[in-house]
Structures are given as C-alpha cells and as structure tokens.
C-alpha cells in the first residue's frame, strides 16, 4: 500500500505540486491547454532512486478522459508506457443518475 500527500498551488494553466508521493518525497508539475482539456504532467518521487512519469490527460467531454504517458522513463530497463481511458463521476453525476432509478419495492 503506498499514500499520496501533496499540496498544490495553481498560476493560471500551470500547477506546481509537492509532498508525499508514493510514499517518498515528490514534486508534480501539470500544465493545461486547450480550455484545460488537456493536461500535461511531469511527476518525480524517491530521489534516491528518482522514479520520474510523465504523460497526458486529454478530456473528451464532461469527465470522460484519455490517458497516455510513460512511467519511471529515468530507467530505460524499467520505462513503461501506458494508456488508459476513464470516467470521471461527481456527486451531482451520481444524484442525477440514481435519480432515473426507482427504488422501491413495488
């Protein structure tokens, strides 16, 4: 099990964050473009050993999201690649979608 604690401060489409990453010290620097639908992200944590992943997050429309990256990219033996796609739920998300079911026993 790792935790992630980390305190973030936003300057206009540029985030810098820092804390705990992964259970080690870590700092993350995301950058939005595009109305930010999309998000570039540098991250870094464990400077012994410096893990480093970068990728982007692209929002196609109202929490539904492509991903793609590589991770640990400072080890060329143990770099990988990713993508993934997502959905993104609120509160106000789940309010509205259980509200078009019926809960009763009748």
Do not use: C
């Not at 473009?33 to 992943?53: I, M, Q, S, Y």
């Not at 429309?61 to 959905?87: C, N």
């Amino acid at each position: 099990v790792k935790f992630s604690l980390m305190f973030a401060k936003n300057f206009y489409d540029f985030t810098v964050r820092g804390g705990i990453m992964e259970n080690s010290g870590g700092v993350g620097f995301d950058y939005y473009l595009l109305n930010r639908k999309l998000r570039l992200t540098l991250e870094g944590w464990n400077f012994a050993d410096t893990h480093l992943k970068g990728y982007a997050k692209y929002t196609f429309w109202k929490g539904v999201y492509m991903v793609a990256g590589v991770d640990d990219f400072s080890d060329e033996d143990l770099s990988s690649p990713f993508i993934g796609a997502g959905l993104f739920l609120t509160n106000d998300d789940l309010k509205v979608l259980a509200s078009q079911f019926s809960f009763s026993g009748n």
